[in-house]
């Protein structure tokens, strides 16, 4: 089963709306990641944290790593029809451990 | 630059037979790890190789297995195929490890055991 809780799972918003999602777990990691995922394709990396507190953007995207380690959001400002997809959080653990939250399916309506 | 590129992209077996599927890291990784992505189970850690060698292992049994070639090149493989093992195989592969988390995956190998 996942060990990140990932909300929302799916979002329908309104093309130029805000978008926010994030990510919870009972465990500390030291690196936070966002990924997204279209149809037929893997992954892709959006955004890396790796420390507590630190706020990092990509364009119209910006995350951050919560202060105590055991959380991050995601927000997307402006959506548009191409930000349709599935957003995935990652968190790792000094050991390499790698987990994956459920992922937030965003629907982007024109 | 290629990505990484995933083979074969769609298979279908049976219950009790063998699969390998193939990954080729993009070129100068060193290290692939390998994902099941189900839609009740999400995105879950299967293995990762560095330098040939098994460096982390999932909570997977052992019917699934894989190796890393000197070429970076890596094979993972599933005996005795079950009808839970149909998923989205997703290698990834990083130039210096998982250790900054920084993965770039494949398009995936989709798996139906029937």
């Known amino acids: 089963g996942q060990q990140l809780n990932q909300s929302p799972q799916s979002m329908f918003i309104q093309e130029g709306e805000d978008v926010s999602m994030n990510c919870t777990s009972s465990s500390i990691f030291n690196t936070w990641l966002w990924y997204k995922q279209e149809p037929g394709e893997g992954p892709v990396l959006l955004i890396a944290?790796?420390?507590?507190?630190e706020l990092t953007s990509n364009g119209r995207l910006t995350a951050q790593f919560g202060i105590t380690r055991k959380d991050s959001f995601l927000n997307i400002s402006a959506s548009i029809p191409s930000d349709v997809g599935i957003y995935f959080c990652?968190?790792?653990?000094?050991?390499?451990?790698?987990?994956f939250g459920a992922g937030t399916r965003l629907t982007v309506k024109p | 630059k290629a990505g990484v590129t995933q083979t074969p992209r769609y298979l279908i077996k049976t219950r009790g037979q063998q699969v390998t599927l193939s990954c080729s890291p993009i070129s100068g990784h060193r290290s692939v790890s390998w994902y099941q992505q189900t839609p009740g189970q999400g995105l879950q850690f299967l293995f990762e190789?560095?330098?040939?060698?098994?460096?982390n292992k999932g909570n997977f049994p052992g019917r699934f297995s894989g190796r890393q070639f000197s070429n970076s090149r890596s094979e993972m493989n599933v005996s005795t195929l079950e009808l839970g093992d149909s998923a989205l195989y997703l290698c990834?592969?990083?130039?210096?490890?998982?250790?900054?988390?920084?993965?770039?995956f494949g398009e995936g190998s989709r798996l139906t055991v029937l």
């Open positions: 944290l790796y420390k507590a507190g």
């Open positions: 990652a968190g790792q653990r000094s050991n390499n451990d790698m987990r």
């Open positions: 990834a592969s990083s130039p210096r490890g998982t250790n900054t988390g920084e993965l770039f």
């Open positions: 190789y560095f330098s040939e060698t098994q460096r």
